[in-house]
């Protein structure tokens, strides 16, 4: 159940660097996005950042980390940290069972992995069916949303990893990531 | 910029890094062969190294445009020449002088390197010293002078003529089982010149009456060289008396250049059939490169990809010792071999990481010239163990600690000569600096025979800043220790020499950051030691794993000074600050880890678990309360920091047998914010007042 990227394609990263989804000058050529779910709604990720996606195996705790870090794991030698994904997006706390999913993705200089509640789909997106958030009146510091796609009666929120895990509470955290990038 | 230039700036700047890299090599090795000169060791060789070596220097900043570089070193070179020549003698001067220019080349380089600027005549008076040495004016009027052993070096006087030698070399049997090489003797011939072979099958017999081991085969030899017959007959001093051996000048070779050489055999023997490559013009060996230069971010990823196979296995072996032992037999012993010959592959690749400390002690010399000079003292160092070898990070790291050390020795160590003459010793001070192999640990030895560390004034001073209780009576090696302690400036104390007043905290700060410990002995009026103690490597460290409820920890071995289990009635409350344990006389803060990590479910009561007391740099001791100790380990420390952030307390992570991540705990950083510090209060009065630094190194 491995997809393992070779290298990431220029296209992509420059992607990152438009900021946004939008800001891609490369209109021809479309974007592919694995989904995933948090309880009933549907996520998406830039498919060239993730790395592999592997079955839920218990975590060793760093002490004192904020709720949504669920401790690190030996990936092939390499120690990686685990974000619980639904306690980032502050909708609750994941209870891991065998059944959840652990997506490892690679941003910037980091490898890290999130931990959602089922991977479900790979979608193939225009960028121009990607349609930026409606406002919805409610001020967000957070900057983790690329954008909403509808597919058929689905919308999929396409999650932005340099922005995800910018928070006041760990400063250093990804700060440089697109500087790195 | 074109792309065409930006490439060729790219590797322009490639090629620069490389020349500087050299560079250093090249200065190494000349220092270490000047030393050896000062030393009168030298031989023939070392001039012509320490020639090459500057030459080498000067060829690549002639190519690079280093001017200056270029100048300098032309001079020098051009004194070395006359040196090996043989027409300017080798005296104390002249190496005082080489040794000068060394360090100002090293200047220059530097110079060139980081493109600062040096004073504009920076170099001029040494330039001129240089010229005047050339010129005979520097060496003092007959003053007999160390002549460098007559050889191969001494040319003739008709410079540039060329002799032919006709030698005819019979090796007997003997020279085989005397472990002499043909190919030597004949190597060493094509050092002094082309040489033309031809074999020799007079003496071999008939195929029924050959002996196997018995040698048969000899060698015709034509050498053209411009050496001494002295020089030649010298080339087969090892075989002399085991080969059938004539040499005859027969005459003087036209000079032309570029002899060929062909080897007229078909002989199977490999002596005769060997190729000989051209060598080059200055009579460089032509042995083969014995080593080859490679990135260490290549070696890291080996030493780490080991480190992989280490923990791989340790999981395999789990898993094989809990199967039934007739499920698969064969696979425990498989799995015993795999385990043995990883240590073996994990200690090669270690190896090739490690360097000898010579990249670091070559630099002291040149300090302690320095400051000598400085502080107008007579002072020698006596460099042993250079070749030791050590992990590449830790030598980077040990250049501060040493130099402090080195800089306290001259400086507050050795007496000035007038003083040592009135206390009988010689005027020369010396200072030993030794590094060599103990128990899995590299020791680095730095003695001097200075004042030594008059006891009475520190322990006056430590009472004086509260370090020590008034009443406290410590031992002689105690009082040592006390230096060591923060907020004691050794310069007002250890000597009357005003001075930097450097912070031994400090160098104890780095050896611990290194998970190393430093230890002093001193006799007042005969000197100090200090001793440092290293891991060979940072990548593994031994350490203690222990359990915190549900959750394990490694705590480095290095740390620990000893773990109990304590009685209720050695615990007490100190209000507001947390609990301290009694340790014989010695109040000892107690340090909760799982209240600290917040973990759940563990032991709560220290007095039901296992307190580990620990020792950091600087503040003295904490308890750790932990669960349990499950066993010690070497492991692999892995960083956190790569995909994650620091941890408060947390040095590393490692992974053990069973795949799962472990915390390394980092006890300075632990107790950065442990709340009970070392307590203020006076200290229990008694004959223990615990500076245990010497014990790990006995």
């Given at each position: 159940m491995a997809l393992q990227q070779a290298s990431m394609p220029a296209g992509s990263a420059s992607v990152r660097n438009g900021g946004g989804i939008e800001g891609s000058a490369r209109v021809a050529e479309k974007l592919q996005f694995i989904t995933f779910t948090l309880d009933a709604e549907e996520y998406g990720v830039d498919i060239m950042m993730v790395r592999e996606i592997k079955g839920w195996a218990s975590t060793t705790r760093i002490p004192n980390?904020?709720?949504?870090?669920?401790g690190v794991i030996n990936l092939r030698g390499v120690i990686i940290p685990i974000f619980d994904l639904k306690a980032r997006f502050g909708i609750g706390l994941t209870d891991p069972t065998k059944v959840n999913v652990v997506i490892i993705v690679h941003t910037g200089a980091r490898t890290v992995g999130l931990l959602v509640d089922t991977v479900s789909d790979i979608i193939s997106v225009e960028p121009g069916a990607i349609r930026p958030v409606p406002e919805m009146g409610t001020q967000s510091e957070d900057n983790f949303i690329d954008g909403l796609v509808a597919l058929d009666d689905r919308m999929v929120t396409l999650v932005s990893l340099s922005g995800l895990f910018r928070d006041k509470a760990e400063p250093s955290l990804y700060a440089d990531n697109r500087l790195s990038q | 910029m074109s792309d065409d230039q930006n490439d060729a700036g790219a590797s322009l700047a490639r090629f620069e890094k490389t020349y500087f890299e050299e560079c250093a090599e090249l200065l190494d090795a000349a220092y270490g062969n000047l030393a050896e000169l000062a030393e009168e060791k030298a031989c023939d060789e070392t001039m012509h190294a320490i020639f090459r070596a500057v030459h080498s220097i000067k060829g690549g900043a002639g190519a690079f445009g280093f001017n200056r570089l270029v100048a300098f070193a032309h001079e020098l070179e051009t004194l070395l020449d006359t040196l090996r020549e043989g027409s300017l003698a080798v005296t104390p001067d002249v190496v005082a002088l080489l040794l000068r220019a060394a360090d100002a080349l090293a200047d220059l380089i530097d110079e060139a390197r980081s493109a600062k600027e040096l004073v504009p005549d920076f170099e001029a008076g040494l330039m001129q010293a240089l010229r005047d040495m050339i010129r005979g004016d520097?060496?003092?009027?007959?003053?007999p002078g160390l002549k460098i052993r007559a050889g191969a070096a001494v040319r003739d006087t008709s410079e540039g003529a060329v002799q032919l030698y006709r030698i005819n070399f019979m090796p007997k049997l003997e020279l085989f089982q005397r472990a002499n090489e043909p190919l030597l003797v004949i190597r060493g011939l094509r050092r002094l010149g082309a040489v033309r072979i031809e074999t020799e099958f007079s003496r071999l017999p008939n195929l029924a009456a050959?002996?196997?081991?018995d040698c048969y085969l000899g060698w015709r030899l034509v050498l053209s060289t411009a050496a001494s017959q002295a020089a030649v007959e010298e080339v087969f001093d090892f075989v002399v008396d085991d080969c059938d051996l004539s040499i005859e000048l027969v005459g003087v070779a036209t000079p032309v250049a570029a002899v060929s050489i062909d080897v007229v055999s078909t002989d199977p023997t490999p002596a005769a059939s060997v190729a000989l490559a051209p060598e080059s013009a200055r009579g460089e060996t032509a042995l083969p490169p014995q080593s080859i230069r490679v990135d260490v971010d290549k070696v890291d990823r080996v030493v780490n990809l080991v480190g992989e196979l280490v923990i791989n296995q340790a999981m395999l072996r789990e898993l094989g010792i809990n199967l039934p032992p007739d499920f698969c037999p064969g696979l425990i012993n498989g799995l015993e071999t795999l385990s043995q010959n990883l240590r073996e592959l994990q200690e090669s690749v270690m190896a090739i990481r490690a360097q000898p400390v010579k990249s670091v002690f070559s630099r002291m010399p040149r300090l302690v010239r320095e400051l000598a000079v400085r502080l107008g003292k007579e002072v020698r160092l006596v460099v042993s163990g250079e070749s030791t070898e050590i992990d590449k990070t830790v030598i980077e790291q040990l250049a501060d600690p040493l130099t402090h050390l080195l800089r306290n020795a001259v400086d507050h160590g050795i007496e000035s000569s007038d003083e040592r003459e009135a206390l009988g010793k010689p005027r020369l001070g010396t200072i030993h600096l030794r590094a060599g192999h103990r128990s899995g640990r590299i020791v680095i030895e730095i003695s001097d025979d200075g004042r030594g560390i008059d006891r009475e004034k520190v322990l006056a001073k430590a009472r004086e800043r509260g370090l020590v209780a008034q009443d406290a009576s410590l031992r002689d090696d105690e009082i040592d220790n006390l230096i060591f302690l923060p907020g004691f400036s050794t310069a007002a104390i250890v000597s009357s020499v005003s001075g930097r007043g450097v912070g031994m905290d400090v160098v104890k700060r780095n050896i611990h950051a290194l998970g190393g410990r430093i230890a002093v002995e001193s006799n007042f009026g005969a000197g100090s030691r200090f001793l440092l103690s290293l891991p060979l490597t940072l990548a593994v460290l031994d350490g203690m794993v222990v359990a915190v409820g549900r959750e394990t920890y490694i705590i480095p071995l290095t740390n620990i000074m000893e773990s109990l289990r304590p009685t209720a009635a050695n615990i007490h409350a100190v209000v507001g600050r947390g609990d301290v344990l009694t340790l014989r006389g010695v109040y000892v803060p107690l340090f909760y880890l799982h209240r600290h990590f917040m973990v759940a479910d563990a032991v709560a009561d220290a007095c039901r678990g296992t307190v580990v007391i620990v020792e950091g740099e600087g503040e003295g001791q904490v308890g750790l309360v932990v669960d349990e100790l499950l066993g010690q380990q070497q492991v692999v420390v892995k960083s956190l920091e790569t995909n994650y952030d620091a941890v408060d307390g947390i040095g590393g992570a490692t992974i053990l047998g069973n795949g799962m991540v472990a915390l390394i705990l980092d006890v300075e950083r632990l107790r950065g914010d442990a709340g009970p510090r070392a307590p203020k209060v006076p200290q229990p009065a008694g004959p223990s007042h615990t500076t245990s630094h010497l014990r790990s190194l006995n």
């Amino acid at each position: 159940m491995a997809l393992q990227q070779a290298s990431m394609p220029a296209g992509s990263a420059s992607v990152r660097n438009g900021g946004g989804i939008e800001g891609s000058a490369r209109v021809a050529e479309k974007l592919q996005f694995i989904t995933f779910t948090l309880d009933a709604e549907e996520y998406g990720v830039d498919i060239m950042m993730v790395r592999e996606i592997k079955g839920w195996a218990s975590t060793t705790r760093i002490p004192n980390a904020p709720p949504h870090v669920r401790g690190v794991i030996n990936l092939r030698g390499v120690i990686i940290p685990i974000f619980d994904l639904k306690a980032r997006f502050g909708i609750g706390l994941t209870d891991p069972t065998k059944v959840n999913v652990v997506i490892i993705v690679h941003t910037g200089a980091r490898t890290v992995g999130l931990l959602v509640d089922t991977v479900s789909d790979i979608i193939s997106v225009e960028p121009g069916a990607i349609r930026p958030v409606p406002e919805m009146g409610t001020q967000s510091e957070d900057n983790f949303i690329d954008g909403l796609v509808a597919l058929d009666d689905r919308m999929v929120t396409l999650v932005s990893l340099s922005g995800l895990f910018r928070d006041k509470a760990e400063p250093s955290l990804y700060a440089d990531n697109r500087l790195s990038q | 910029m074109s792309d065409d230039q930006n490439d060729a700036g790219a590797s322009l700047a490639r090629f620069e890094k490389t020349y500087f890299e050299e560079c250093a090599e090249l200065l190494d090795a000349a220092y270490g062969n000047l030393a050896e000169l000062a030393e009168e060791k030298a031989c023939d060789e070392t001039m012509h190294a320490i020639f090459r070596a500057v030459h080498s220097i000067k060829g690549g900043a002639g190519a690079f445009g280093f001017n200056r570089l270029v100048a300098f070193a032309h001079e020098l070179e051009t004194l070395l020449d006359t040196l090996r020549e043989g027409s300017l003698a080798v005296t104390p001067d002249v190496v005082a002088l080489l040794l000068r220019a060394a360090d100002a080349l090293a200047d220059l380089i530097d110079e060139a390197r980081s493109a600062k600027e040096l004073v504009p005549d920076f170099e001029a008076g040494l330039m001129q010293a240089l010229r005047d040495m050339i010129r005979g004016d520097g060496v003092p009027g007959g003053k007999p002078g160390l002549k460098i052993r007559a050889g191969a070096a001494v040319r003739d006087t008709s410079e540039g003529a060329v002799q032919l030698y006709r030698i005819n070399f019979m090796p007997k049997l003997e020279l085989f089982q005397r472990a002499n090489e043909p190919l030597l003797v004949i190597r060493g011939l094509r050092r002094l010149g082309a040489v033309r072979i031809e074999t020799e099958f007079s003496r071999l017999p008939n195929l029924a009456a050959m002996e196997v081991e018995d040698c048969y085969l000899g060698w015709r030899l034509v050498l053209s060289t411009a050496a001494s017959q002295a020089a030649v007959e010298e080339v087969f001093d090892f075989v002399v008396d085991d080969c059938d051996l004539s040499i005859e000048l027969v005459g003087v070779a036209t000079p032309v250049a570029a002899v060929s050489i062909d080897v007229v055999s078909t002989d199977p023997t490999p002596a005769a059939s060997v190729a000989l490559a051209p060598e080059s013009a200055r009579g460089e060996t032509a042995l083969p490169p014995q080593s080859i230069r490679v990135d260490v971010d290549k070696v890291d990823r080996v030493v780490n990809l080991v480190g992989e196979l280490v923990i791989n296995q340790a999981m395999l072996r789990e898993l094989g010792i809990n199967l039934p032992p007739d499920f698969c037999p064969g696979l425990i012993n498989g799995l015993e071999t795999l385990s043995q010959n990883l240590r073996e592959l994990q200690e090669s690749v270690m190896a090739i990481r490690a360097q000898p400390v010579k990249s670091v002690f070559s630099r002291m010399p040149r300090l302690v010239r320095e400051l000598a000079v400085r502080l107008g003292k007579e002072v020698r160092l006596v460099v042993s163990g250079e070749s030791t070898e050590i992990d590449k990070t830790v030598i980077e790291q040990l250049a501060d600690p040493l130099t402090h050390l080195l800089r306290n020795a001259v400086d507050h160590g050795i007496e000035s000569s007038d003083e040592r003459e009135a206390l009988g010793k010689p005027r020369l001070g010396t200072i030993h600096l030794r590094a060599g192999h103990r128990s899995g640990r590299i020791v680095i030895e730095i003695s001097d025979d200075g004042r030594g560390i008059d006891r009475e004034k520190v322990l006056a001073k430590a009472r004086e800043r509260g370090l020590v209780a008034q009443d406290a009576s410590l031992r002689d090696d105690e009082i040592d220790n006390l230096i060591f302690l923060p907020g004691f400036s050794t310069a007002a104390i250890v000597s009357s020499v005003s001075g930097r007043g450097v912070g031994m905290d400090v160098v104890k700060r780095n050896i611990h950051a290194l998970g190393g410990r430093i230890a002093v002995e001193s006799n007042f009026g005969a000197g100090s030691r200090f001793l440092l103690s290293l891991p060979l490597t940072l990548a593994v460290l031994d350490g203690m794993v222990v359990a915190v409820g549900r959750e394990t920890y490694i705590i480095p071995l290095t740390n620990i000074m000893e773990s109990l289990r304590p009685t209720a009635a050695n615990i007490h409350a100190v209000v507001g600050r947390g609990d301290v344990l009694t340790l014989r006389g010695v109040y000892v803060p107690l340090f909760y880890l799982h209240r600290h990590f917040m973990v759940a479910d563990a032991v709560a009561d220290a007095c039901r678990g296992t307190v580990v007391i620990v020792e950091g740099e600087g503040e003295g001791q904490v308890g750790l309360v932990v669960d349990e100790l499950l066993g010690q380990q070497q492991v692999v420390v892995k960083s956190l920091e790569t995909n994650y952030d620091a941890v408060d307390g947390i040095g590393g992570a490692t992974i053990l047998g069973n795949g799962m991540v472990a915390l390394i705990l980092d006890v300075e950083r632990l107790r950065g914010d442990a709340g009970p510090r070392a307590p203020k209060v006076p200290q229990p009065a008694g004959p223990s007042h615990t500076t245990s630094h010497l014990r790990s190194l006995n």
